[in-house]
């Protein structure tokens, strides 16, 4: 069987039919939708999850100064302002690194789902080169 034979055996014809569509579309049947897909929508997402918790926890940050406000005054005296002042700057150290961590992962899942669907596109255009959807890879034009 020569090598073109084969080909055809694997891939089908040259004008795109037989299993070159089934290969290239990752499954046709048994309730694939026909198409090898990596959607960025789920790095997107994540990204901007990222970005709102990263705001949730800067204004959050930014009200418990204004929340304590007037304690130290109101409780002269008391061991519990001093203790009360300690879990203070836990939580806004906490929230302080919970927002920088949020910042730098939000722009890394960004550029995970650009990378991703620059990936995604040259796969599909892989595919299209292999089945004779306007390609020239593998003798044909």
């Given at each position: 069987?020569?090598?073109?034979e084969?080909?055809?055996?694997l891939f089908?014809?040259?004008?795109?039919g037989?299993?070159?569509?089934?290969?290239?579309?990752?499954?046709?049947g048994g309730?694939?939708?026909?198409?090898l897909r990596?959607?960025?929508?789920?790095?997107?997402?994540?990204?901007?999850?990222?970005?709102?918790?990263?705001?949730?926890?800067?204004?959050s940050?930014?009200?418990?100064g204004?929340?304590?406000?007037?304690?130290e005054?109101?409780?002269?005296?008391?061991?519990s302002?001093?203790?009360?002042?300690?879990v203070?700057?836990?939580?806004?150290?906490?929230?302080?690194?919970?927002?920088?961590?949020?910042?730098?992962l939000?722009?890394?899942?960004?550029?995970?789902?650009?990378?991703?669907?620059?990936?995604?596109?040259?796969?599909?255009r892989?595919?299209?080169?292999?089945?004779?959807g306007?390609?020239?890879?593998?003798?044909?034009?």
């Open positions: 069987m020569s090598y073109t084969r080909w055809q055996q089908g014809p040259a004008d795109g037989g299993a070159a569509r089934g290969l290239a579309s990752a499954g046709t309730g694939a939708s026909g198409r990596h959607s960025g929508g789920p790095w997107t997402s994540a990204s901007g999850a990222a970005g709102d918790l990263r705001t949730s926890a800067e204004t940050r930014s009200a418990l204004p929340g304590h406000e007037g304690i005054a109101g409780g002269a005296g008391l061991t302002v001093a203790v009360l002042r300690s203070r700057t836990s939580w806004e150290e906490r929230l302080r690194a919970l927002r920088d961590e949020c910042e730098q939000e722009g890394t899942l960004l550029t995970v789902a650009k990378e991703m669907g620059e990936t995604e596109t040259a796969v599909e892989s595919f299209k080169d292999v089945d004779g306007g390609g020239t890879t593998g003798g044909r034009r």
